[in-house]
């Protein structure tokens, strides 16, 4: 089994996110800290960034936070983070978050977070990398995605392995199963 020390979580910035979405990357944050597992993650306070943050935090865990130039000043980055890293760009920052991950896991976000999605697939597949993407379908969040992704096999614009590239969790508790019996 591949020993996972750093998982970069992939979500939302929206302070509008609900109640049960923040809830659930709070106790995504709580369950990497309590694996002694840091936490990679975009740098923000707000919305699910935030909660997965102060989850990790406060059970104890390493929150290393890469935050793009573009947002100092904003007050809106995570000052409790054991590691926090200002980037030139959202290009750097989606880098260095890659760099310093041995997995990632996608909670509901907006475009920012698939745009995130497709980037470690596209590395996925060209063999760039071999580390784990886990997408956490809440409340089937990520049903359409699937399905699209689906089509891409169907369509034959993807080779049938390309369904293997990520795995689809059902919640925070699959995920880290998952993880936990990586190889």
């Known amino acids: 089994m591949q020993k996972i020390n750093s998982i ?22 709580q369950k990497i800290a309590e694996q002694k597992i840091s ?3 975009g740098g923000a306070s707000i919305g699910l960034m935030g ?3 102060r989850g990790a935090h406060k059970s104890g865990g390493k929150v290393i936070a890469i935050f793009p130039e573009l947002f100092v000043g904003k007050d809106i980055d995570f000052v409790e983070a054991d590691e926090f890293i200002v980037t030139d760009d959202m290009r750097e920052r989606k880098t260095l978050m ?13 475009i920012g977070t698939l745009d995130e999605i497709a980037e470690i697939l596209t590395l996925i597949q060209l063999k760039q990398i071999s580390k784990p993407l886990i997408l956490i379908n809440y409340r089937n969040y990520y049903s359409p995605l699937i399905k699209f992704f689906d089509s891409f096999v169907e ?18 508790d699959d995920a880290i199963d998952f993880l936990t019996n990586y190889r």
């Open 8 to 29: 970069c979580v992939f979500c939302a910035s929206s302070p509008e996110a609900s109640k049960q979405l923040k809830d659930l990357a709070t106790d995504l944050g």
């Open 39 to 41: 936490l990679v993650y």
């Open 51 to 53: 909660a997965v943050a």
């Open 98 to 110: 890659e760099q310093k991950s041995d997995a990632f896991i996608a909670l509901p976000g907006g």
């Open 155 to 172: 369509q034959k614009l993807a080779k049938e392995k390309f369904l293997r590239s990520y795995y689809l969790a059902e919640n925070n």
